[in-house]
């Protein structure tokens, strides 16, 4: 006999579990395409990051599940005190991100001028996001950013 039962454990029908245990960020269901759901998936993990300030395994296990290999250079990034944090005095801000290239990146949450952003994110959907824009996220959810703040009209 087998059973078909749903698990005692099993997750709410309004929401997914996968996060860590007494997180609040939950995720609603949806009809939404697969993209927007995995970019839910995304932001539900760094909710949970910037409520606790720390990436824990299930947390780093969420995010290579979501980024792959993209996760490791983006930590790299982040080890290396290459990303920093531009805030004005309205709260906007933006991020400036050191890369393999001379220049930096200025990037914002969800773009990147970066050749792999353009075409891996934009052009073919092949990826949720570079590293750059990935090491912007994980260090402004743990908090550890160094920060600059400008003044609007230097913004």
Known sequence: NLDFSAPANRPPAD???FLSPGSSA?????DATPEACTGALADAVFLAVKEKRQLG??????L???YGKTLGTALALLDKSLVEK???ETGRHLFVVQGSQQ???VCFAD???CHYFNHKVVKS???LACKHVLASRVGDALGSLRTSEVSNLRF
């Open 57 to 62: 395994e299930r947390d780093l296990v969420n």
């Open 15 to 17: 929401g997914f579990s």
């Open 103 to 105: 220049d930096p990146y």
């Open 125 to 127: 959907e092949a990826a």
């Open 26 to 30: 939950s995720l609603a269901r949806t």
């Open 111 to 113: 773009y990147c001028p």
């Open 86 to 88: 531009v805030v004005s």
């Open 64 to 66: 290579h599940l979501l």
